[in-house]
């Protein structure tokens, strides 16, 4: 079985063909969009989609050596995303579909993430902490759903970094080789500072640490070397915090960590420190996997597939705010 996904939630627009026996991966062609300055414009990046998508679909099929006629279904990401980007994809997906007489399956973005971090880390049945610049979600499998253990309450922990990396002057670019420039920068800090460390019940809150670390900086009386390392020491403590409530609540041994954030050492650090007490191992995707990619909308699609999900092409609309533990896990037991 061959199955070709599309991805196009944010700022990648990606392709992705995998099949059922290893090596899965058959093809993986990405065209990211870079915005000149400030953040992610959403009808900017779907332009991008759409006079780059024709170009990623081709090289996809040209790495893979097959012809559309080889693939048996379309996969396609309908959310949770940006709205104009979303469309892009899926008007591709329903069109490839309809045209070629291919299944079309729907894959919910998070849920892929997840997917593909435990298909690339052997994780069996871990927690899972999806960090990213959209989201911010402590999650476990249990009875049919992945079903969400703590979240945050406002912005995402990779929009915390990003926003504040911006706002100082430190990115763009957010990433110099593998490392997120608030990592660099706190690599060199060491004092802490006095900045708020929020916590309610399951949930995280990183906006007031945002405003609180963007005024220290504004003052200009502490070192941003340590603003950085205070922000990061306090985001991701907080993040570790509401994790070890999960893994010792759902008595699971393992804990995965997907999403771009999985990537920062310092992260990983913490996680594998309140994992030792726990007798838990922690698993982490790879950099390349971490971050959106049409490999894992594939990959969840044969999943899917394979169990029977389909869709028909008239109802394929996107979902904006479609949240993982909306859909059903028929693949997982
Ligand atoms: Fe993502």
């Given at each position: 079985?061959?199955i070709l996904g599309i991805e196009s939630t944010a700022h990648t627009f990606g392709v992705g063909i995998?099949?059922?026996?290893?090596?899965?991966?058959?093809?993986?062609v990405r065209a990211n969009y870079?915005?000149?300055?400030?953040?992610?414009?959403p009808r900017?990046a779907s332009r991008f989609f759409a006079t780059k998508a024709h170009e990623v679909i081709?090289?996809a099929?040209?790495?893979?050596?097959?012809?559309?006629?080889?693939?048996?279904a379309i996969a396609v990401a309908l959310g949770p995303g940006l709205g104009p980007c979303l469309r892009v994809g899926a008007t591709i997906a329903r069109a490839l579909a309809s045209?070629?007489?291919k299944?079309l399956v729907p894959v919910n973005h998070?849920?892929a993430?997840?997917?593909?971090?435990?298909?690339?880390?052997?994780?069996?049945?871990?927690?899972?902490?999806?960090?990213?610049?959209?989201?911010?979600?402590?999650?476990?499998?249990?009875?049919?759903?992945?079903?969400?253990?703590?979240?945050?309450?406002?912005?995402?922990?990779?929009?915390?970094?990003?926003?504040?990396?911006?706002?100082?002057?430190?990115?763009?670019?957010?990433?110099?080789?593998?490392?997120?420039?608030?990592?660099?920068?706190?690599?060199?800090?060491?004092?802490?500072?006095?900045?708020?460390?929020?916590?309610?019940?399951?949930?995280?809150?990183?906006?007031?640490?945002?405003?609180?670390?963007?005024?220290?900086?504004?003052?200009?009386?502490?070192?941003?070397?340590?603003?950085?390392?205070?922000?990061?020491?306090?985001?991701?403590?907080?993040?570790?915090?509401?994790?070890?409530?999960?893994?010792?609540?759902?008595?699971?041994?393992?804990?995965?960590?997907?999403?771009?954030?999985?990537?920062?050492?310092?992260?990983?650090?913490?996680?594998?420190?309140?994992?030792?007490?726990?007798?838990?191992?922690?698993?982490?995707?790879?950099?390349?996997?971490?971050?959106d990619n049409g490999v894992m909308i594939a990959?969840t699609g044969?999943?899917?597939?394979?169990?029977?999900?389909?869709i028909?092409v008239?109802?394929a609309v996107v979902r904006q705010?479609w949240?993982?533990?909306?859909?059903?896990?028929?693949?997982?037991?």
């Amino acid at each position: 079985m061959i199955i070709l996904g599309i991805e196009s939630t944010a700022h990648t627009f990606g392709v992705g063909i995998v099949r059922d026996k290893d090596p899965f991966i058959l093809a993986d062609v990405r065209a990211n969009y870079v915005p000149k300055e400030g953040g992610i414009h959403p009808r900017e990046a779907s332009r991008f989609f759409a006079t780059k998508a024709h170009e990623v679909i081709k090289q996809a099929l040209e790495q893979a050596r097959i012809s559309i006629n080889d693939i048996d279904a379309i996969a396609v990401a309908l959310g949770p995303g940006l709205g104009p980007c979303l469309r892009v994809g899926a008007t591709i997906a329903r069109a490839l579909a309809s045209f070629f007489n291919k299944p079309l399956v729907p894959v919910n973005h998070s849920v892929a993430h997840v997917e593909i971090g435990l298909k690339l880390t052997g994780a069996r049945d871990p927690v899972i902490v999806y960090l990213a610049g959209g989201n911010t979600m402590i999650i476990a499998f249990n009875d049919k759903r992945y079903r969400v253990f703590g979240e945050t309450l406002d912005i995402a922990l990779g929009n915390l970094i990003d926003v504040f990396a911006r706002e100082v002057g430190l990115a763009p670019p957010y990433v110099r080789k593998g490392v997120h420039v608030v990592d660099e920068c706190a690599d060199k800090g060491s004092k802490l500072l006095d900045l708020p460390y929020i916590v309610k019940g399951q949930d995280v809150s990183f906006s007031g640490l945002l405003t609180a670390a963007l005024k220290h900086y504004k003052t200009g009386k502490y070192r941003l070397e340590d603003i950085c390392y205070t922000l990061r020491e306090i985001a991701y403590s907080m993040v570790v915090e509401v994790s070890e409530r999960a893994l010792a609540h759902t008595s699971k041994n393992e804990v995965l960590l997907v999403g771009g954030v999985a990537a920062s050492r310092r992260l990983q650090e913490k996680f594998k420190l309140m994992a030792k007490i726990y007798d838990a191992s922690v698993h982490v995707v790879p950099p390349r996997y971490a971050v959106d990619n049409g490999v894992m909308i594939a990959w969840t699609g044969l999943l899917a597939y394979k169990h029977g999900v389909v869709i028909p092409v008239e109802k394929a609309v996107v979902r904006q705010r479609w949240r993982l533990d909306e859909v059903e896990i028929p693949w997982r037991s």
